[in-house]
C-alpha cells in the first residue's frame, strides 16, 4: 500500500513559480533602465513599420489605432529622450557608483537610438516615423558643448585666494574649472562610453576651444605688462602643465588642437614682454655697477669673509642675469626666443670694462683691492657664460667671453707689473757672474722679495689666486729666462757650463716648488730650465741639433731669436758651429710647424729678446 502511495506522489500535481511580470515601458524609465526601456520602444517601432510595409493599414480601425499607437509611441520616444539628455547634462556632476550606472545606461541608449537611426537610412520621409531620425548623438554633442559652456562662464574662483586683477581671477578660475571637470572625465566619466567614442578627447577640444576663446578676447585689448606676462605664462607653462598632468595626458591628444592664441597676438604680447625684460636686466645690472663704483669713488674696501674677499657683485650680476632668462624661457616656452634678453649681458660687460679701466688708472688707496675683488667677479661671470653657453646666441657669447678675457688680463697684467717692477733690481743680477758665483743667493733673494708682494693674495679666493699666481709664476719664469740670454756672461768651457747647468736646474726646483706651494697650476714649467741646461752641457754640435729639435716639438713658439740668445751662452761654441746649428734648426722649424696641431705649452712668445 505503502509503495503505491509513493507512485501516486509521483503524479502529484506541483504549481510552477509565477513568472516575473516584465517591466512596462514606464517602470523602466523610472528606474532609470534607458537601455530596456528604449528596446521597449524600438519594439513597437519595428511592428508599426511592418503595418506600414505589409499595406494591413488600409482598414479605418486599423488606421486608427495605428495613428493612436505612433502618437503614444512619439510621446514615449520624448520621455526617454529628455531623461537621458538630462541624465548626460548632469554627468559632471554625478560620481557615486549608482549615478555612474545611470550614465552608463543614458549613454547606451543613446547609442542605441542612433543605431536605430542608421537601420531607417535609405527610406523616404514619408515612409519612416516622423521621429526618423533622432539624431541623439549630434544632439548629445551639442549639448556637451552647452554644457561646457555653462559650466566656464559659471566658474568661481575660491574665495580664499587673494587676486587683485579681475584679468587674473577671469582666466585662473576658468582654468581651474577646465582641469577639475578634465580629471572628472579622464577619472569616471569615460568609463561609461565605449572606448572608440573617445569621450576624453572631445571634452578636452570643448574646454580647449572655450578657454582658448576667452584668452584671444583678453589679447585684443592692451594690456599691462602684467597681465602680458600671465597670459604668456597660461599659453606656453600652465595650460600645457593641465594637459600634461599625470590624470589628463594619457587620454588625450593636445597635439590636435589649435594654438590657445594665433601667431598675430602671441608675436606683440613676445615683444611687449621681452622689451620689459630687457629693460628690468638692463636697469638691474647698472644698479649693481654704479653700487660698485660709488664704492670705489668713496675709498671703500671691499668686504672680506673668512679672510677672503667676498664677492657679492658677481653673485648680483649672476643672480639677476639668470633670474630673467630662466623665467623670459618659461615664459615664453621657448629657449631661443629668451636668448635676445641675453644681449644686455654684452651692454653690461661693455660699461663695466670702462669702469675697470678707470680703476686700474687710478692711485687710490682701494684701488688693488677693489681689483682684487673684480677679478673674482669677472673670473666667476666667465665660468657662467662658458657653463651656461647654451643660453646666448653665438655672437653674444663670443663678445661676452672677449670682453671678460680682456678685463681678466688686466687685471693679471697691473698684478704682473707691479710685481716685476718690484723684483727688478733683483733681476739684474739673474745671469751676471754674481749669478754665476751665488745663484742660491740671488734665487733666495727673488723668492723672498716675491714672498712679501704676493701675501696679500691670500685674501682671493682659490679659483682667482689659482690663475693669478699661475700667470706670475709664467712671467716671473720668462722674466727668468730673458735675462739669462742678456749675454752678461760667457760659458767659456765645459766645466763653467756644467756648473750652470746645475744652478739652472736647482734653481727651476726651487722657483717650482714655491709657486705651486702657492697655489699655482703650471706644472708644464717646471721642465723649462731643465731642458734649458740640458743644452749648455751639450758638446757635439749635431747633439746640441737633435735636442733642439726635441725642444722645438715641446715648445713650437721657441723662436730662432730665443735658440740663438741662448746658445751664444757657449763661449766655446764658434760663429760657424752656431751659424750652422740655426740654419738647421730653421728647416726642422718649417716641417715641424706644418705638422704641429696645437701649442703644447705657450712660453717663449712672452720671452721678449732683442
Known sequence: ???????????????????????????????????????????????????????????????????????????????????????????????????QEVLKEAVQAMLQEEEQDKRWEGFQEKERPPWRP??????????????????????QLDSKVEIHSSLQQSIICKAKRLKEDLVKVATWVSSCYPEQENVC??????????????????????LCDEDCVLLLQWVNQDYPNILNGIKIKDVIDHTKFDPLLPEDMIVPLEQQFLIAEEREVSMCLHNILDREETAWKDGEHPQMRDQVYC??????????????????????????????????????L?????????????????????????????????????????????????????????MIERSHRHFISNMLKEL????????????????????????????????????LDKTCCQELLGGMHKEFLAEYVRKMMKHKIKLSDKAQQHMAAASLCLNSERMHTYFTDAGSNMDLLKDIL?????????????????????????????????????????????PSELRNILESVTCSQDQLSETQDSLQLNFFSIVRIK
Not at 650680476?317 to 644681449?343: M, N
Not at 682684487?372 to 657669447?397: G, W
Open 134 to 155: 533622432r539624431k541623439c548623438k549630434q544632439n548629445h554633442e551639442a549639448l556637451l558643448e552647452r554644457l561646457v559652456q555653462r559650466r566656464m562662464e559659471e566658474a
Open 530 to 574: 731643465p731642458n734649458l741646461a740640458g743644452l749648455l752641457k751639450l758638446q757635439d754640435p749635431d747633439s746640441i741639433k737633435l735636442e733642439l729639435i726635441t725642444l722645438m716639438k715641446l715648445y713650437p713658439d721657441l723662436s730662432k731669436g730665443h735658440i740663438s740668445a741662448w746658445l751664444k751662452l757657449k763661449g766655446n761654441l764658434s
Open 201 to 222: 578627447q572631445f571634452y578636452a577640444t570643448l574646454y580647449h576651444k572655450i578657454f582658448s576663446a576667452r584668452l584671444r578676447e583678453v589679447a585684443e585689448y592692451t
Open 424 to 459: 727688478k733690481d733683483l733681476y739684474r743680477k739673474v745671469g751676471s757672474s754674481e749669478w754665476l758665483k751665488n745663484s742660491d743667493g740671488v734665487c733666495e733673494e727673488l723668492l723672498a722679495k716675491l714672498d712679501g708682494h704676493i701675501q696679500k693674495f691670500n685674501n
Open 1 to 99: 500500500m505503502t509503495k503505491k502511495l509513493g507512485m501516486l506522489n509521483i503524479f502529484k500535481w506541483n504549481p510552477k513559480k509565477p513568472i516575473p511580470e516584465v517591466p512596462t515601458f514606464k517602470e523602466n524609465l523610472q528606474a532609470h533602465h534607458f537601455v530596456d526601456a528604449g528596446k521597449q520602444l524600438i519594439t513597437r517601432e519595428n511592428r508599426l513599420f511592418e503595418l506600414k510595409k505589409d499595406g494591413i493599414g488600409s482598414k479605418r480601425k486599423l488606421v486608427e489605432e495605428e495613428e493612436d499607437s505612433e502618437a503614444q509611441l512619439a510621446k514615449d520616444y520624448e520621455d526617454l529622450l529628455e531623461s537621458v539628455m538630462r541624465t548626460l547634462e548632469n554627468s559632471l556632476d554625478r560620481q557615486s557608483p549608482e549615478e
Open 350 to 406: 661693455t660699461d663695466y670694462k670702462a669702469f675697470h679701466a678707470k680703476v686700474i688708472r687710478s692711485k687710490q688707496t682701494n684701488t688693488e683691492a677693489v681689483l682684487m675683488v673684480n677679478l673674482s667677479c669677472l673670473i666667476q661671470c666667465r665660468d657662467y657664460v662658458t657653463k651656461k653657453a647654451h643660453l646666448f646666441p653665438e655672437d653674444v657669447k663670443t663678445d661676452c667671453l672677449s670682453l671678460l678675457a680682456t
Open 311 to 348: 664677492c657679492d657683485q658677481a653673485i648680483d650680476v649672476i643672480q639677476c642675469f639668470h633670474k630673467h632668462v630662466e623665467f623670459a624661457q618659461k615664459v615664453l616656452g621657448d629657449e631661443a626666443k629668451a636668448q635676445r634678453i641675453t644681449s644686455q649681458m654684452k651692454t653690461f
